[in-house]
C-alpha cells in the first residue's frame, strides 16, 4: 500500500523523535544505573537501543520505510525508490523531530 507524502513524513517524524529520545535516554540510564562500571552501562545503552529500533522500525515501516537514517534515504533516492523531492522532505522531517524527541527527555 502506497501512503502519502504527509502520512510518511509524520512516521519519519514521530520515529525519528522517538528513536533520539530512546538514543540519549538509554544513555543516561544506562550510566546511571551501571554503578560506574562502563561496560555495564555500554551494554545497557546498546541493547535499549536495539531494542527501540527494532520496534519503530516494526511500527513504521510499513508506512515510510522506517529509513531514520538520512544515508538510506539517499541510497533509496538514488536507485529510485522515492523521488528527490521527497527524499528532501523526508530529510527535513528528521531534522525536525531531533529537538522534540530530546525534550521529552527534560
Given at each position: ?14 520515529g525519528t523523535a522517538f528513536l533520539v529520545a530512546a538514543v540519549v535516554g538509554s544513555g543516561v540510564m544506562g550510566e546511571k544505573f551501571s554503578g560506574g562500571n562502563v561496560a ?67
Open positions: 500500500m502506497k501512503f502519502t507524502l504527509g502520512a510518511r513524513l509524520t512516521a519519519e517524524f514521530i555495564i552501562a555500554l551494554l545497557a545503552s546498546t541493547i535499549a537501543t536495539g531494542a527501540a529500533l527494532v520496534a519503530l522500525i516494526l511500527a513504521f515501516g510499513s508506512v515510510s520505510g522506517a529509513h531514520f537514517n538520512p544515508v538510506v534515504t539517499l541510497a533509496d533516492a538514488i536507485e529510485g525508490g522515492q523521488t528527490w523531492t521527497d527524499a528532501l522532505a523526508m530529510r527535513r522531517s528528521r531534522s525536525s523531530a531531533a529537538s522534540p524527541g530530546l525534550s521529552w527527555l527534560i
